[in-house]
């Protein structure tokens, strides 16, 4: 009911609220069904990803379809007790994410490539 409130009033977000969530700290076991069962209770949602790879594992993105039923669901569920598991829910930010990836490792890759191609990079 809050995030109804929060649509009547000409409410501001803040720019980092968006209805992409990242969720950490997962059980590696948890399934689709029970990711809909926690997350569904704060609106609809579009599509949920659980990580499954060994560096995903305890991860997963849960997209909403209206940005205040994500806003509503970050504040219920950060801290919500799962299988012993304390859930971290975040606002997805792609300039955080993209930091992740090791940057001198595609410097090298890019390297090796130009070298095979004999391409430089330097001003003649």
Known sequence: MASISLRKGNTRLPPEVNRVLYVRNLPFNISSEE??????????IRQIRV?????????AFVVYEDIYD???AVDHLSG???????????YYQQAKMSKKFDH???E?????????Y??????K
Do not use: C, P
Request: glycine share 10%; hydrophobic share 30%.
């Open 35 to 44: 990711m809909y069962d926690i997350f569904g209770k704060y609106g609809a």
């Open 51 to 59: 990580g499954t790879s060994k560096d995903t594992r305890g991860t």
């Open 70 to 72: 994500a806003k509503t």
């Open 80 to 90: 919500f007790n799962v299988a012993n598991r304390y859930l971290i829910v975040l």
């Open 104 to 106: 001198k490792k595609k």
């Open 108 to 116: 090298d890759e890019i390297t090796k490539l130009q070298e095979k």
């Open 118 to 123: 004999g391409v430089s990079t330097k001003d």
